[in-house]
């Protein structure tokens, strides 16, 4: 008799929190402003693998950022945590006995994002330690030309699926090979009667002055630049009022080319004569045989890809994710392609359906990813339940109500600081996954709205509104 009534009041329990969570998810998807949307919704249990809520999880939509989770998971699992890029110092030629390299010095990237990085997790002075390695090797004059070796990537300049309005962008430079300070520029545009005049651009070598033209255009417009790939000769279009300053962070045209010509003009004031200028290994010939020098070792994944998930980096984001393609083929320029097909086979030998996703790059910028609410619990719940990396995975997912891009997502809710989550948002987008603990438990979500009307930032609180009464009923 206990054990019916047991059963019952349990019953009854587990019917109230379905109630619930059906009102709750129903009441959020008959919003006024997500009439026109589409809305995918997964919340899973992940002490047993049973879903606590769900509304159309199995349709694909645009992930934006919420793509870092696949890409940095993926890494995490096929590089491991403790992955370091590495970055060449090389020569090819002979060193004669009154210490001058006959021939040239190369600086071989591997498409670390965090040399001059703003964002780097512990800074480095990758110039001083080359200049220490090159003095201790005794050269005091070059013959040829130092050259910037960015060919572990595919040169063919920004991706080619991501929109127009975001190439050139402070917040999507084009990844390299061999990256510098976050391949980004600072110029400080002017205006007077003559009209607008770049007065000064940082960081700065003679032969990296970009020779830009601006155009003036109306009222409130944003500045964006527009360029053939690799070009040092941009285009401004913007608005700026007259006797007026402004700075903007754009993309830096030749990263490699840069950071060739400031090692340069480093050796140059440090003494030691270097007769050619500099140039890129795209550009010039590529000797196959050379001696290296020292190699620079950035920091290790998992703290690259805390700040990719953090601040998320798209940068940072696109060169893990271009990475990723030397684990089909380690000679050949990793492609975005490849990248693609790594992940989605390591995936699919995990029992995951990653042939019904898209991802084409790393960072969720591209419109033609398109990835469920399932699949991303999916991935979750295996970093999670399966993963040898489970706890250096959580580490690089921000805080909701605390840090990060979602450090007042779910601020002042019950789920505040118990939620761990990467942010995802577009133009009408707006998404969020990871995962919650509370109740005791811990679960993996994903939420994921497409095409809302209105204002984004109520759109938010309705979502955490939403999420916390799906939550606060499974008890």
Same mark, same amino acid.
């Given at each position: 008799m206990r054990k019916t009534i047991r059963n019952i009041i349990l019953s009854f329990t587990i019917t109230t929190s379905a109630t619930a969570q059906n009102a709750a998810i129903t009441n959020f998807v008959n919003s006024d402003n997500l009439t026109q949307a589409s809305v995918g919704f997964l919340v899973k249990d992940l002490t047993n693998g049973k879903v606590v809520a769900q509304y159309q999880e199995n349709t694909d939509r645009n992930p934006a950022s919420v793509t870092k989770i696949i890409t !940095?998971?993926?890494?995490?699992?096929?590089?491991?945590?403790?992955?370091?890029?590495?970055?060449?110092?090389?020569?090819?030629?002979?060193? !004669?006995?009154?210490s001058t390299l006959v021939?040239?010095?190369?600086?071989?990237?591997?498409?670390?994002?965090t040399l001059g990085s703003a964002y780097a997790p512990v800074t480095c002075d990758f110039f001083s330690e080359t200049l220490m390695?090159?003095? %201790?090797?005794?050269?005091?004059? &070059?013959?040829?030309?130092?050259?910037?070796?960015? !060919?572990?990537?595919?040169?063919?300049?920004?991706?080619?699926?991501?929109?127009?309005?975001d190439i050139g962008s402070s917040y999507s430079p084009t990844p390299s090979g061999l990256n510098i300070n976050d391949n980004l520029l600072g110029i400080v545009l002017s205006s007077d009667?003559?009209?607008?005049?770049?007065?000064?651009?940082?960081?700065?070598?003679?032969?990296?002055?970009?020779?830009?033209?601006? $155009?003036?255009?109306?009222?409130?417009?944003?500045?964006? /630049? $527009?360029?053939?790939?690799?070009?040092?000769?941009?285009?401004?279009?913007?608005?700026?009022?007259?006797?007026?300053? %402004?700075?903007?962070? $754009?993309?830096?045209?030749?990263p490699a080319l840069f950071l060739a010509d400031s090692i340069r003009n480093m050796l140059i004031l440090s003494g030691i004569e270097v007769e050619q200028e500099a140039t890129t290994a795209k550009w010039y010939k590529?000797?196959?045989?050379?001696?290296? &020098?020292?190699?620079?070792?950035?920091? $290790?994944?998992?703290? &690259?890809?805390?700040?990719?998930?953090?601040?998320?980096?798209n940068l940072y984001a696109e060169c893990i994710f271009l990475t990723l393609s030397k684990i089909k083929d380690s000679l050949a320029p990793r492609v975005g392609w490849q990248s693609a097909n790594v992940i989605s086979k390591f995936w699919e030998g995990k029992g995951l359906e990653s042939k019904k996703v898209f991802q084409v790059d790393g960072?969720?910028?591209? /419109?033609?990813?398109?990835?469920?609410?399932?699949?991303?619990?999916?991935?979750?719940?295996y970093m999670y339940t399966q993963s040898k990396y489970a706890k250096q995975f959580l580490y690089t997912l921000p805080t909701a109500g605390r840090n990060g891009t979602v450090a007042s997502f779910m601020k002042g809710t019950a789920l505040?600081?118990?939620?761990?989550?990467k942010s995802g948002s577009m133009e009408r987008v707006q998404n969020y996954a990871g995962y919650i603990n509370a109740n005791n438990k811990w679960y993996a979500f994903c939420i994921m709205v497409s095409n809302f009307t209105g204002v984004r930032k109520p759109l938010v609180k309705q979502i955490a509104t939403m999420i916390n009464q799906v939550i606060a009923a499974d008890k």
């Amino acid at each position: 008799m206990r054990k019916t009534i047991r059963n019952i009041i349990l019953s009854f329990t587990i019917t109230t929190s379905a109630t619930a969570q059906n009102a709750a998810i129903t009441n959020f998807v008959n919003s006024d402003n997500l009439t026109q949307a589409s809305v995918g919704f997964l919340v899973k249990d992940l002490t047993n693998g049973k879903v606590v809520a769900q509304y159309q999880e199995n349709t694909d939509r645009n992930p934006a950022s919420v793509t870092k989770i696949i890409t !940095t998971a993926s890494a995490m699992e096929l590089l491991t945590d403790t992955f370091r890029f590495k970055t060449n110092v090389e020569y090819c030629g002979t060193i !004669t006995e009154d210490s001058t390299l006959v021939g040239d010095l190369y600086i071989r990237g591997d498409g670390d994002p965090t040399l001059g990085s703003a964002y780097a997790p512990v800074t480095c002075d990758f110039f001083s330690e080359t200049l220490m390695a090159i003095q %201790q090797k005794g050269i005091k004059r &070059i013959t040829g030309h130092v050259v910037g070796d960015a !060919t572990v990537f595919q040169e063919d300049g920004a991706p080619f699926h991501w929109l127009v309005e975001d190439i050139g962008s402070s917040y999507s430079p084009t990844p390299s090979g061999l990256n510098i300070n976050d391949n980004l520029l600072g110029i400080v545009l002017s205006s007077d009667s003559n009209g607008i005049s770049c007065t000064q651009c940082a960081p700065y070598t003679a032969l990296m002055q970009p020779k830009i033209e601006m $155009t003036q255009e109306g009222k409130n417009v944003a500045w964006r /630049m $527009t360029k053939t790939d690799f070009s040092w000769t941009p285009t401004l279009r913007g608005n700026i009022p007259m006797d007026a300053k %402004q700075f903007i962070k $754009t993309e830096m045209p030749e990263p490699a080319l840069f950071l060739a010509d400031s090692i340069r003009n480093m050796l140059i004031l440090s003494g030691i004569e270097v007769e050619q200028e500099a140039t890129t290994a795209k550009w010039y010939k590529r000797d196959s045989i050379r001696d290296t &020098i020292f190699t620079h070792q950035s920091n $290790t994944l998992k703290e &690259i890809e805390r700040v990719t998930n953090y601040k998320s980096n798209n940068l940072y984001a696109e060169c893990i994710f271009l990475t990723l393609s030397k684990i089909k083929d380690s000679l050949a320029p990793r492609v975005g392609w490849q990248s693609a097909n790594v992940i989605s086979k390591f995936w699919e030998g995990k029992g995951l359906e990653s042939k019904k996703v898209f991802q084409v790059d790393g960072s969720g910028l591209s /419109m033609k990813n398109a990835i469920s609410p399932k699949f991303m619990v999916d991935v979750l719940s295996y970093m999670y339940t399966q993963s040898k990396y489970a706890k250096q995975f959580l580490y690089t997912l921000p805080t909701a109500g605390r840090n990060g891009t979602v450090a007042s997502f779910m601020k002042g809710t019950a789920l505040e600081g118990k939620a761990y989550v990467k942010s995802g948002s577009m133009e009408r987008v707006q998404n969020y996954a990871g995962y919650i603990n509370a109740n005791n438990k811990w679960y993996a979500f994903c939420i994921m709205v497409s095409n809302f009307t209105g204002v984004r930032k109520p759109l938010v609180k309705q979502i955490a509104t939403m999420i916390n009464q799906v939550i606060a009923a499974d008890k």
